[in-house]
């Protein structure tokens, strides 16, 4: 997406909804359910800002992080730092010890606002000298206290200033301070509102967490941008979806990862397409997952390709074909990783295997610069990589067919060297995914036995019966998968692992390789036959 000559700020933004005195926010929750007027939502930024301002020690960057799920306060304090210049630190509640710590040294938070539950969990780290104070805690409360009826009177703000840090889910490494300016949180808000024409008689239902990118550009700042009741959840619920969405009248909700497939999960029911739900948006849905929750829940579900770094984005439209992330935009290419040149487009066997994997298969680059890219904070080497050439480097795999549609083909550290050729982990993944008894499949490497390259390995997830056998026969009739990507081993697991946002670790799989708890069946010979993998000690891998 491109950017207007002059993109908004999150104070503008604000600051258009000062004297609104319909509902703003509410907090969705099973023991409460607060409502405050976006007029009242604009007073509490004020005074969430002059509150921080306070306690802030004095020196250093104007850093805060804030360990919490979706409370009032993560609304109160993004909006706090508009006001305050000060920038917000989304900390992720998952991450202990030492990682947890390692994040609030990167990111300089001089203070650490934690919800009650959480604070404890940064008790004998090593912070950098970072305050800290639970958001029930004296301390916090009597600031607030004491700053109550502040004046509306932020400060100065240009597009490019920095408001948030976010961390990438860290499926690939450590995870990445993310440098979120005010343009990249409100421009996307701004822009999806009007696309989708939202105003303030709807209801954002807001129940992604708030320290990732999804749920403050897709789903905060939209229904901001669009003057719109936000209705925010602690935590996601599969099964609390579709009741909080009847409860509160949400027309609109975000999402990120595989949230559908939990609440497509979830027991049907006759009426559940009466409810108020006419837009889904997010990314990274499952193809089948799309169709399937439009058609039960009666909405309109638009799956885009993007990243917490912003540099590349772009949506399906109507007339894009199963499996595809759609047409690039402009400036958007495919590149050679080696070479830096365009791929050629896929070509496509009878038997509709790809023939040019090795031609065809690239890094997504944006060829004209950073896009919405703003730089990773405290990694210099890291944003060095993404930004070469003057292009900026997804380290996405792709390819286009012959009418320009890209398809996804995994992580560069996903490329798989088999026999000698380059494999891509997403293109066996959605074939697998064609078996209705798959509920997931996750593709990923492992060392070869003959010590050469890497053999294919998958993590499977069933929601019905599927016997070694007739998983070889169903290998055996996809005429677009060729042998050379059948699965050496295949392990059985009762739920894949995954990152905050739903993301699936791979590393962590691959890490366990065939020496897992879960049942793992493996193909000894050159066809689709698979048997139950034997240890060394006798007993079943």
């Given at each position: 997406m491109s950017a207007p000559a002059t993109p908004p700020t999150v104070t503008e933004l604000l600051l258009a909804r000062r004297d609104d005195t319909h509902t703003g926010l509410r907090w969705v929750d099973t023991d409460a359910d607060r409502a405050w007027s976006w007029a009242e939502h604009v007073q509490g930024c004020a005074e969430h800002a002059a509150a921080v301002r306070a306690l802030l020690p004095a020196g250093g960057p104007p850093h805060v992080g804030l360990l919490a799920d979706n409370v009032p306060e993560s609304s109160f304090l993004l909006g706090g730092a508009a006001f305050g210049g000060t920038v917000l630190v989304g900390l992720n509640p998952t991450r202990r010890g030492t990682a947890l710590a390692r994040d609030v040294r990167l990111?300089?938070?001089?203070?650490?606002?934690?919800?009650?539950?959480?604070?404890?969990?940064?008790?004998?780290?090593?912070?950098?000298?970072?305050?800290?104070?639970?958001?029930?805690?004296?301390?916090?409360?009597?600031?607030l206290a004491a700053h109550r009826g502040a004046p509306v009177e932020p400060v100065a703000a240009r597009p490019d200033d920095l408001l948030m840090l976010i961390f990438t889910s860290g499926t690939s490494g450590d995870p990445k301070a993310v440098r979120c300016t005010h343009a990249k949180v409100a421009f996307p808000g701004h822009m999806l509102a009007e696309r989708f024409g939202l105003s303030t008689r709807d209801v954002v239902y807001v129940a992604m967490p708030m320290f990732h990118s999804n749920a403050v550009m897709a789903g905060w700042s939209v229904g901001l941008a669009a003057g719109a009741t936000i209705a925010l959840r602690r935590r996601f619920s599969a099964s609390a979806f579709l009741a909080d969405v009847r409860r509160v009248g949400a027309t609109y909700a975000n999402y990120v990862g595989t949230p559908l497939s939990y609440v497509l999960a979830t027991p049907p029911g006759p009426d559940d397409a009466d409810n108020p739900l006419r837009l889904v948006y997010g990314n990274e849905g499952a193809e089948a997952d799309l169709t399937a929750f439009a058609e039960r829940f009666g909405c309109h579900v638009v799956d885009a390709f993007g990243s917490t770094?912003?540099?590349?984005?772009?949506?399906?439209?109507?007339?894009?074909?199963?499996?595809?992330?759609?047409?690039?935009?402009?400036?958007?290419?495919?590149?050679?990783?080696?070479?830096g040149r365009p791929c050629p487009p896929a070509e496509f066997g009878p038997d509709g295997t790809l023939r040019n994997a090795e031609e065809a298969v690239g890094e997504l680059v944006n060829t004209t610069g950073p896009g919405w890219f703003a730089?990773?904070?405290?990694?210099?080497?890291?944003?060095?990589?993404?930004?070469?050439?003057?292009?900026?480097?997804?380290?996405?795999?792709?390819?286009?067919?012959?009418?320009?549609?890209?398809?996804?083909?995994?992580r560069l550290g996903d490329w798989l060297r088999v026999g000698g050729e380059n494999l891509g982990t997403a293109p066996i993944e959605r074939v697998l995914l064609?078996?209705?008894?798959?509920?997931?499949?996750?593709?990923?490497?492992?060392?070869?036995?003959?010590?050469?390259?890497d053999a294919v390995?998958?993590?499977?997830?069933?929601?019905?019966?599927?016997?070694?056998?007739?998983?070889?026969?169903?290998?055996?009739?996809?005429?677009?998968?060729?042998?050379?990507?059948?699965?050496?081993?295949?392990?059985?697991?009762?739920?894949?692992?995954?990152?905050?946002?739903y993301k699936?670790?791979?590393?962590?799989?691959?890490?366990?390789?065939?020496?897992?708890?879960?049942?793992?069946?493996?193909?000894?010979g050159p066809e689709p036959v698979y048997a139950p993998l034997v240890s060394a000690t006798g007993g079943a891998g």
């Open positions: 990111a300089d938070c001089r203070l650490v606002l934690a919800d009650p539950a959480y604070a404890p969990l940064l008790a004998g780290l090593d912070l950098g000298g970072a305050r800290v104070l639970a958001l029930d805690g004296p301390e916090w409360t009597g600031a770094e912003g540099g590349v984005g772009f949506a399906r439209t109507p007339d894009t074909p199963p499996g595809s992330l759609g047409r690039l935009v402009d400036g958007v290419a495919v590149v050679h990783p080696e070479t730089g990773y904070y405290g990694d210099p080497a890291a944003e060095a990589e993404r930004l070469r050439d003057g292009r900026y480097h997804t380290g996405d795999l792709a390819y286009l067919d012959a009418d320009g549609f890209c398809y996804f083909a995994g064609r078996h209705p008894a798959v509920a997931e499949a996750a593709v990923y490497g492992v060392p070869d036995p003959s010590g050469i390259g390995m998958v993590a499977l997830v069933l929601d019905g019966p599927l016997p070694p056998e007739a998983f070889g026969e169903f290998l055996a009739a996809q005429r677009d998968l060729g042998p050379r990507q059948w699965p050496r081993y295949v392990r059985i697991a009762t739920e894949l692992p995954r990152t905050p946002t699936v670790r791979k590393r962590a799989l691959a890490a366990e390789g065939t020496g897992c708890a879960d049942p793992v069946w493996h193909r000894a």
